[in-house]
């Protein structure tokens, strides 16, 4: 196999492209902007990320310009502690714990570690043909990209995944999502901790991303495509977050308003195969996922890193396809499905249901949560 058509230049198809180059592959990627501006907020990457990332010789880059977390602590607004996760445990039993870090760095990581003339921009892909042993990439501007086999790696709306399978579907999760980055430095006890608050039809998360900037989510419950001004957006905040503890009302209040975005979150419905021909998907174009367990960008570099592996050491891209799909395919669908029972336990607005699920967490063995817990953060190959 000589070259390898990548489309998308977010996190999934950067590291492809990335791993494949390091497996002595070309890899061109084609991107849609025009442009490299900021995307998104911040971003966790957890251990299993680490551990992929480790393999791309990317992990140091992540840990200069993120923050290591030391615990995670769920909270109930009204209740208090539920749990603890001490991350000082993944970190002993794996080499890597979480590290929260802007989006836009870990895009310019990715960015100054591929090859020069790799990466495309202005290039809007509109689909793709197949001619006997070839595939080639056709693009808005009348450009074509031909090589040896095609991946998709163009998000949760992908052009290539539409191609494959056009019954394919996004799934509405019921919730919304604020998201923002507050310039302000958290008390040295929260400056390695991470925070999710569950309030019933509101949840808040945070952490350090830097010693002066925070991260912060907030999903809610809400019908799709809402369309509020900023000064709306922060007047809804400040109201469904007053009762929430400190320090979530001064990280609101310490957002410039103009910053904070809002996504609708939705899933893609499980796919039959991630592949067909001399094309593949990876990333949101495979599995799109509710942010809840912060998995998405992991699971696209896991994708990507796999996905590298098993077409070098299998003798056809068919076989590497196949290879790369068993992997990948199991693992991903169960972190789909536990991401969505995750948003739905966490929005539960019953009184007498969420004392039963506070109940619930606090009376949950250790040994049951470090067992789930390997089994997510471990990168399982």
Known sequence: MNT??????????LTTAIALQQQGITALVYEAASDLKPIGKGIWMPTNAMLALQRLALDRAMLQKGVPLDRLELRDSAAGMLSVIDLSQMRATFGHTTVAIRRADVHQALIERIRPATLHLGKQCIG???????VTAHFADG??????????????????????????????????????????????????????????????????????????????????????????????????????PDPIPAIIQHTVADEII??????????????????????DAAHAMTP?????GAQAIEDALALAEQLVRCSTITAGLQAYER?????????????????????????????????????????VSRSQLRWLYGLGW
């Not at 390898?4 to 198809?13: D, F, K, S």
């Not at 793709?128 to 070839?134: G, I, K, P, T």
């Not at 809840?292 to 998405?296: A, K, P």
């Open 128 to 134: 793709f043909s197949l001619r006997d042993d070839r």
């Open 292 to 296: 809840n367990l912060g998995q998405g």
């Open 4 to 13: 390898v058509i990548v489309i998308g230049g977010g996190i999934a198809g």
């Open 143 to 244: 450009t074509t990209a031909t090589g040896d086999l095609l991946v998709g790696a163009d998000g949760i709306n992908s052009v290539i995944r539409q191609t494959l399978f056009p019954n394919a579907q996004l799934r509405y999760s019921g919730q919304s999502c604020y998201r923002g980055i507050a310039r302000m430095s958290l008390p040295a006890s929260l400056q390695q901790v991470a925070w999710e608050v569950w309030g019933g039809a509101h949840r808040f998360g945070f952490s350090a991303i830097a010693f002066d900037q925070v991260y912060w989510y907030a999903p809610f419950i809400a019908p799709p495509g809402s369309k509020l001004s900023s000064d709306q957006r922060v007047a809804r905040l400040i109201q469904h977050y007053a009762t929430f």
């Open 327 to 367: 992997q990948r395919l199991p693992r991903a669908r169960r972190i789909v499905q536990t991401a969505r029972w995750y948003g739905r336990i966490a929005h539960l607005q019953d009184d007498r249901l969420r004392r039963l699920r506070n109940l619930a967490i606090r009376a949950t063995p250790a040994w």
């Open 262 to 283: 809002t996504t609708d979150l939705y899933e893609l419905a499980p796919l039959p195969h991630w592949w067909q021909g001399r094309v593949a998907l990876v990333g």
